[in-house]
């Protein structure tokens, strides 16, 4: 049976989904599913560039990312199937069924992050859409996200990568007020290098990288964190 057959399988796939390959990371323990819809093109499987990275859960040992794009309207809606996820989000449908089901159970906050093996920024983020009603309502242990959930985390919480703040702070000359000289440096030169890009995974990958920074130095970056939202309200203004 062919690797591809087997993740599908794993992965309770549905058609049209089928996986269009696999790569695995042993080194990291991440498994990479790339998937696409069963459509052809004069008898062979179409090409589509995936637009979503997903973190789904575990397959085994193996921190699970899915690939993909979402489907066209009128499709089924991606809200029932569990292998996508919302649109500018980091996670599957699945993957926080699993958070719920968890929390459910009676598990504290981050004993459902150990056991899922999930960090604690995407965690903050499952529970953000679960508070505001995105995966459904009156599940019941609103009492344990509150007392589980860090002040800091409740006050401000990093943007996914999809959130038009980052594209917007990486094109924009708009100053931004860093008290850290490491940040500064990085998005100096990061906006320098993003004017340049033509391709859309280059400027994804330029985000990646100062979100990463982000991450890492939140509890360094308060002032700055608090800031994201006046280039958001930028990028919205842009939009419209």
């Known amino acids: 049976m062919r690797e591809t057959e087997i993740c599908r399988q794993l992965l309770e796939l549905r058609e049209p989904w089928v996986v269009d390959r696999i790569k695995v990371d042993a080194q990291r323990r991440e498994l990479h599913a790339y998937l696409r ?11 589509v560039q995936p637009k979503s990275c997903w973190r789904h859960a575990n397959v085994g040992p193996l921190k699970t990312y899915i690939h993909a794009s979402l489907p066209e309207q009128g499709a089924e ?5 569990p292998f996508l996820g919302p649109a500018g989000d980091d996670y599957t449908h699945g993957l926080a069924q699993k958070v719920i089901e968890c929390l459910n159970a009676g598990l504290g906050y981050r004993q459902v992050c150990r056991l899922l093996d999930i960090d604690v920024y995407l965690a903050w983020q499952i529970r953000h859409a679960i508070s505001e009603g995105v995966h459904g309502t009156d599940h019941g242990f609103e009492g ?23 594209f917007n702070l990486l094109a924009s000359d708009t100053p931004m007020d860093i008290r850290l000289l490491s940040l500064k440096l990085l998005l100096a030169r990061s906006r320098q290098e993003f004017s340049g890009l033509t391709s859309h995974d280059a400027k994804i990958l330029r985000v990646n990288t100062l979100r990463r920074f982000f991450i890492k130095h939140e509890k360094q970056l ?10 958001r309200e930028s990028a919205e203004g842009i939009d419209s």
């Open 77 to 81: 809606s991606p809200e029932t199937v």
């Open 144 to 166: 344990a996200l509150a007392e589980s959930a860090s002040p800091g985390a409740a006050r401000q919480v990093i943007p996914p990568t999809g959130d038009p703040v980052w």
């Open 37 to 47: 819809t069963g459509k052809s093109w004069f008898g062979r499987p179409a090409f």
């Open 222 to 231: 308060g002032h700055e964190i608090a800031q994201l939202a006046t280039f």
